[in-house]
């Protein structure tokens, strides 16, 4: 039998700068739409079901994406200076990777654009950055209006109507309770996010009271038609605050800072999809569109002055 020497793996000196950009760029994106969630429960009283809701959500998931890759570019420095690799003096205002000779070099794939000395250019790059960022957010599986908290007597942060089965008044039977506690393990909580073996409550979406009050509407009664309910799954505790909201008829926000899922590490993506070879495909393309608004709007006002 053959043995191999025993291997040492060590984290070279690039390998923690690449790890630097990685966790900067992951760690930013998660608070800003941390920070996004908290400002639109307690200042705009923006919830997930709210129509401004998605709107919100992609201004937090753009902004997310630029400061993700800002902090992604200074993470190397820092690191590099706080660890001593490179003298105080010697550090950059934007951050990068050591080249051989010990000082730090702007980085190459920085996606907001810093580097460029035209205003075009960095608003090009941060276009870029947030159109990216987006993208691969719904992806990941992401929804915009999911940013926002959650109001338990509506379809919360976390609600996939693939997760759903059809409800009329009566409780869930025992054959759907064991359905939506499989739900309830693949996507959670609809209001809190919340994953557990089992356990869950069959809730009414809308629940049953906001149900027959929204059917003896009289527009309702004239033409027949009856608020259809769907069973969604959603933990004890949540159950628990929705009772008590409907029947004092007040409005609760659930907060879900820790229930994380895929589409929560788009700015560590977005960092990885800015050391791919083929990202710069994008840029060229934002380029060249905005180009052609810049020339039309440049024939535009020669005409209209040829007109006066």
Wanted: net charge positive; aromatic share 10%.
């Amino acid at each position: 039998m053959t043995k191999y020497p025993d291997r040492e793996w060590r984290f070279s000196q690039e390998d923690w700068l690449k790890a630097s950009r990685l966790t900067a760029g992951g760690v930013t994106f998660l608070l800003t739409l941390s920070a996004s969630q908290f400002l639109q429960g307690r200042l705009l009283g923006i919830s997930a079901a709210s129509r401004a809701a998605t709107l919100a959500g992609m201004l937090s998931v753009s902004t997310g994406s630029m400061l993700a890759s800002w902090a992604a570019d200074e993470a190397p420095a820092t690191l590099s200076v706080a660890l001593g690799w490179v003298p105080e003096k010697d550090r950059r205002r934007k951050g990068g990777v050591i080249d051989k000779r010990g000082t730090i070099s702007s980085s190459t794939f920085s996606l907001l654009g810093y580097d460029a000395g035209k205003k075009k250019e960095r608003l090009l790059g941060a276009a870029r950055t947030a159109l990216v960022g987006m993208l691969l957010f719904k992806g990941l599986g992401g929804r915009f209006s999911g940013v926002a908290p959650s109001n338990v007597a509506q379809p919360g942060a976390f609600f996939n109507v693939r997760g759903t089965l059809p409800a009329g008044l009566e409780y869930a039977s025992p054959k759907q309770k064991r359905r939506l506690d499989m739900f309830g393990w693949v996507y959670g909580c609809h209001t809190c996010g919340r994953r557990q073996m089992g356990d869950y409550v069959g809730d009414h979406m809308p629940p049953r009271k906001v149900a027959v009050e929204m059917s003896r509407r009289w527009w309702r009664r004239l033409l027949g038609i009856r608020v259809k309910q769907r069973f969604t799954p959603q933990c004890r505790p949540c159950s628990s605050i929705q009772s008590a909201a409907v029947r004092s008829d007040r409005r609760i926000l659930v907060y879900h800072y820790l229930s994380l899922r895929r589409y929560h590490a788009t700015g560590a993506v977005l960092e990885v999809v800015s050391l791919l070879p083929g990202h710069g495909m994008l840029d060229g393309l934002i380029h060249q569109n905005v180009g052609r608004v810049s020339t039309w709007w440049r024939r535009k006002g020669r005409a209209e002055g040829d007109w006066q």
